[in-house]
């Protein structure tokens, strides 16, 4: 039986009629761009979240960068961010002009190691960019310590991580902006790209609302601007897929929970390490081999048996062909982990509608694995 990696069409089939119904009811009002069910969605979007302003662009990546924009960070600026992660948080930072400072991620969490934080910064400093990697938040409470004690800025990049919190903080509680990819392999994915700002600053709500409309938000009234909004029908279909996330999340839980059971015995793999009380919504399952050099062995040995596993990810920022293509950076200190974690690592199939008899087999495999390299 293959197990794939993705259940897009069956999360559809699941909940049909409720985005059929959102579609019609997008299509029938004639308003597809900056209409009453983006707003509607923007409305829900903020409750669910719990911050003042939630605003709609058309991908996680702008999203990032349109709130460094709207914070007023540009060329010359600096940004600390670390190198294990999709590829867009550190674009998003030169789509901006500024400079991305990277640091090592910490060893069992792989989001960004708090302690490397305070000898990257320096008089250019403006911005911290912690990624909730793989669906767990990163250790924020040090992190806005450091930004308060500095005047820095604090941007989470929760791409991978909505409805996910911290054991004693929740996300953007004390950050200048939230951001978020809806792009369809997300734990909230729409029928193609999307993004999002969440915020309680006013001011930064309403930049990114001009910024993502051309500059305007009044009729024929401008100043610079983009056109990156977030479309009507999506918002539709992430208004009734809003409404399954927390069961959704919680199905992700009981599948790494049935993963961390069955793999609890294997010797040449570690499993991902959930922070105690943080709630992890893993929207991936990454193990990763304690050998590097066996990565690739386990991943074939996986597809060849029909599992789809995959790499997330598997070059880290800084060691891709052309770095840094002419942009401006700094690296600060050793990026070992980050570079095991992208030697290593192996994202088992994680999404809401998997069968116990899928994870089964992906277990049973892994071990099969696991017994024959221990
Ligand atoms: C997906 C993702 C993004 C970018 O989102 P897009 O919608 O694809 O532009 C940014 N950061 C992280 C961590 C992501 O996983």
């Known amino acids: 039986m293959a197990v794939p990696f993705y259940g897009h069409v069956r999360q559809y089939h699941a909940i049909k009629a409720e985005i059929d119904a959102k579609i019609q009811q997008v299509l029938e009002s004639g308003q597809y761009v900056q209409g009453p069910m983006l707003k509607a969605f923007e409305a829900e979007a903020a409750a669910f979240f719990g911050s003042r302003h939630a605003i709609g662009v058309a991908n996680g990546t702008d999203a990032i960068w349109l709130t460094l924009m709207a914070l007023g960070i540009g060329p010359g600026d600096e940004v600390i961010t670390h190198p294990n992660t999709f590829f867009a948080t550190v674009e998003a930072i030169w789509i901006a002009g ?17 302690s490397l934080i305070e000898a990257a910064i320096g008089p250019k400093t403006k911005a911290i960019i912690p990624v909730h990697l793989y669906g767990q938040c990163a250790n924020m409470p040090p992190v806005w ?4 004690r500095h005047n820095l800025m604090v941007i989470e990049d929760n791409a991978q991580a909505i409805d996910g919190r911290g054991d004693a903080f929740r996300q953007g509680e004390r950050s200048d902006a939230v951001t978020t990819s809806f792009i369809i392999q997300k734990n909230l994915g729409c029928f193609g790209d999307g993004g999002m700002v969440f915020t309680n600053r006013d001011d930064v709500n309403e930049r990114v609302r001009k910024l993502r409309n051309h500059g305007s938000n009044k009729r024929d009234h401008h100043s610079f601007g983009f056109n990156s909004r977030l479309d009507d029908l999506q918002a539709g279909v992430l208004s009734a ?10 199905k992700r839980i009981q599948w790494a929970r049935r993963y961390d059971t ?20 893993y929207h991936l399952y990454v193990i990763e081999t304690k050998n590097p050099s066996l990565r690739d062995d386990l991943l074939n040995f996986l597809n060849q048996k ?3 596993a995959k790499t997330h990810y598997s070059i880290a920022i800084h060691k891709q062909a052309g770095f840094p293509w002419g942009k401006p950076y700094r690296i600060v200190g050793s990026l070992a982990n980050a570079e095991r974690n992208a030697a290593s690592c192996v994202s088992l199939p994680m999404f809401p509608e998997l069968t116990a008899a899928e994870v089964d087999e992906t277990i049973a495999a892994v071990m099969e694995w696991d017994a024959k390299h221990s």
Do not use: Q
């Open 98 to 114: 500024a400079t991305a400072v990277l640091v090592d991620c910490d060893p069992r969490t792989k989001c960004i190691d708090p």
């Open 262 to 281: 069955g793999l609890k015995d294997c010797r040449s793999i570690t499993l991902p390490y959930n922070v105690p009380g943080y709630r992890h919504v």
């Open 241 to 250: 897929k809003l409404k399954h996330l927390k069961e959704w999340t919680d």
């Open 145 to 148: 310590d450091i930004a308060a």
């Open 306 to 308: 029909g599992i789809d």
